[in-house]
């Protein structure tokens, strides 16, 4: 069977706040705990104004006490934004507070405009290109000291918190095979590049003391109902939020809408069709062939699984019916 996880972005509604999405959150959590999800992940963005989860390490924490069995990690830390250092003893200091259910994700990008990174970082000097560096720097901190170490990260020494390379390119499913870590890809929101990287991931895998062999996840997006026309509908919060981004206008997650023609171009929807296409809308049935169809033609190890679903309850109800028919699925 293959496993599934969560990737929330604690989306702040329309008309709502963060308050109320880290307690979504971690309702939903909760629930995902019980429906056997491996693990649930958040994500850092910045400069957003529908996204909670910025403090990622602090987020993570919050879920982690509400909850006692899941997984709980980042999908991911944008390291650039970081010192290695400092994200060890983040970790390191979870890993302590909640041992064995800590997952550290990491990516390349900033996860927010260039200008919001030079506030972020001060100047961009630690740029992409040092990411592998900036990589091996941080799971040194977090292994084994070595005898002559001088600077350790505390807590984080010794911690082994699993790492992740998370990415949306080739770049990341290269380094990823290289250092024999596990790899997941943004498929979810960016799929053009999915099956050359992951065949660059298997093809390149070289075993190391955290794999023998590759271990692979993909993002999807979920909107079940039970109608495919009430799916439809959901789907629209998240459509509108695609659109508006590209439009310059990032904002709250909005309600549902009856119609999208009425909202957006013809040259819109072609973009966020393509952005969103591995995403499976509809009701039971449908997002049961969608799903069967992206697993067997990824192979992958894991789905994780995000759901820009407006209205609460009908987030969960979607989750509900993905854990249910992946956990039927072979």
Known sequence: MTAYSVLDLCPILRGGDPTQSFRHSLDLARHAEQWGYTRYWVAEHHNMPGVASSATAVVIAHIAAGTQRIRVGSGGIMLPNHAPLVVAEQFGTLASLHPGRIDLGLGRAPGTDMETARALRRDLQSSAMEFPQDVQELMAYLDDPDPEQRVKAIPGVGTKVPVWLLGSSLFSAQLAARLGLPFAFASHFAPEALHDALAIYRDRFEPSCYLDKPYAA???????????????????????QFTNLRRGRAGPLPPPLENMDEFWSPLERAGVEQALRCSMVGDKTTVTEGLREFLDKTQVDEVIITSGIFDHDARLRSYKMASEILSELP
């Open 218 to 240: 993909a993002g999807i997006g979920v909107y079940g109902a039970d109608d495919n026309r009430e799916a439809q509908r959901l789907f629209t919060s998240v459509q509108q």
